[in-house]
Structures are given as structure tokens and as C-alpha cells.
């Protein structure tokens, strides 16, 4: 099986700052990668998907990138709606693994 | 609009059954392969089992395989679980997620429409 690994667990940024999120695979998953969005009590939201495609609706200051085993999601300049948790999500193979997720809070 | 509305969450005792439902409306139901995802209070999200669009194939994560059955009515348009032999570790919030593929040539799953979760507490 496929494990994620998110780094790092927790961060403090500030709005209008530059956030950079990775997610490492235990082995090549191409660029079978998913990035989401979820905030207490809701259900995820895609982000993007294949690395680095912009959901449909989803601000462009979201952007992903990577491929093989390492991956970011970088927000280019924060806004108040985004904190939130991020989880990135393979699905290389089954069983379609997600990290542990990242915190994103307010400084 | 494209909805997916989760039921038959509750409290059981381990040992005991339970079966969710999740109802799909606002797209062709029949198209879309499907997954159920769960998260425990306070932890990540784990994913579950997933069911091609017609249900003939069907997967299962390691820590539900043999217990857990997934399983839709496309008439219907309704997915399910059927939730055997739980356990206090299954205790979550379990939702249901449309599985999107994008091809561009080569096919990308992801999980695009999700509904509102239904709550499984196990406890004696």
C-alpha cells in the first residue's frame, strides 16, 4: 500500500502570505495526486486534481505541482477563507491513501 | 443540483450491524463509480471502499475488507454500506463521494461531489 506523508502538520501564516504545503508518496505515483480542502464540520472539497489541474471554481492563487513521489500545493497569497485543513489524496492504486492532513492557521 | 445525502448513521453496540445509505440526485447516477470515506473525531481522513459505475467491481481498505460491502442501486440511484461486525475504531463520520475521472489522454480519479457525512458511533 501507498502512504502519504504530509509536512508539515500544522502552520501559521498571516493573510496575504505565500503557503507552501507538500506531500511526499512511499513510492512513484506519477501524477496521481489530489489536493483538498476541508474545514470544520464540512465535508472536503477538491482543490486540485493530476497534480496540478484547477478544479472547476476554485480561485487560481491555489496551484499544484510534482510528480513521482514528491508533491506541493502552494496558496500564492492568502485569504481568510483558506484556513482550513488540506489533505493530499493518491490514486495511483488502490487502496487511495490521503495524508494526515495540514493545519493552516491564523498568525 | 448535484446532491449526495448520507443516512442510517447511529450508536450500536461492537459486534452489531448497521447499513448506510447515500442518495444521489442532480446527475446520471449510473455513470459515476463511487466512494465512501470516513473520519474519526479529531483524525484525517481514511478512505474506505469505492464501486464502479455499473457495481461490478468493488474495493475494500485493509482495515474494513471482509466486514464492510459496498454496494448501489442504479435505478435508484443509491449507494450503500453495509457495515458488519463493528468495532469502536469505526466510530466516524462517513461520507459518500462521487469518484471523477478526467482523461487527458491518460485517466485521473478524484473525488468531486461529497455529501454531508452521517455520524457511526460504535459503543457498548
Known amino acids: 500500500d501507498i502512504q502519504m506523508t504530509q509536512s508539515p502538520a500544522s502552520l501559521s501564516a498571516s493573510v496575504g502570505d505565500r503557503v507552501t504545503i507538500t506531500c511526499r508518496a512511499s513510492?512513484?505515483?506519477?501524477?496521481?495526486l489530489n489536493w483538498y480542502q476541508q474545514k470544520p464540520g464540512i465535508a472536503p472539497k477538491v482543490l486540485i486534481y493530476?497534480?496540478?489541474s484547477l478544479q472547476s471554481g476554485v480561485p487560481s492563487r491555489f496551484s499544484g505541482s510534482g510528480s513521482g513521489t514528491d508533491f506541493t500545493l502552494t496558496i500564492s497569497s492568502l485569504q481568510r477563507e483558506d484556513f482550513a485543513t488540506y489533505y493530499c489524496?493518491?490514486?495511483?492504486?488502490?487502496?487511495?491513501?490521503f495524508g494526515q492532513g495540514t493545519k493552516l492557521e491564523i498568525k | 443540483q448535484v446532491q449526495l445525502v448520507e443516512s442510517g448513521g447511529g450508536v450500536v453496540q461492537p459486534g452489531r450491524s448497521l447499513r448506510l445509505s447515500c442518495a444521489a440526485s442532480g446527475f446520471t447516477f449510473s455513470s459515476f463509480g463511487m466512494n465512501w470515506v470516513r473520519q474519526a473525531p479529531g483524525k484525517g481522513l481514511e478512505w474506505v471502499a469505492v464501486i464502479s459505475d455499473e457495481g461490478g467491481d468493488a474495493h475494500y481498505a485493509d482495515s474494513v475488507k471482509g466486514r464492510f460491502t459496498i454496494s448501489r442501486d442504479n435505478p435508484k440511484s443509491t449507494l450503500f454500506l453495509q457495515l458488519n461486525n463493528l468495532r469502536a475504531e469505526d466510530t466516524a463520520v462517513y461520507y459518500c463521494a462521487r469518484r471523477r475521472n478526467s482523461c487527458f489522454p491518460v485517466c485521473y480519479y478524484y473525488m468531486d461531489v461529497w455529501g454531508k457525512g452521517t455520524t457511526v458511533t460504535v459503543s457498548s
Open positions: 493530476a497534480t496540478s
Open positions: 513510492q512513484t505515483i506519477s501524477r496521481y
Open positions: 489524496q493518491q490514486s495511483h492504486s488502490i487502496p487511495y491513501s
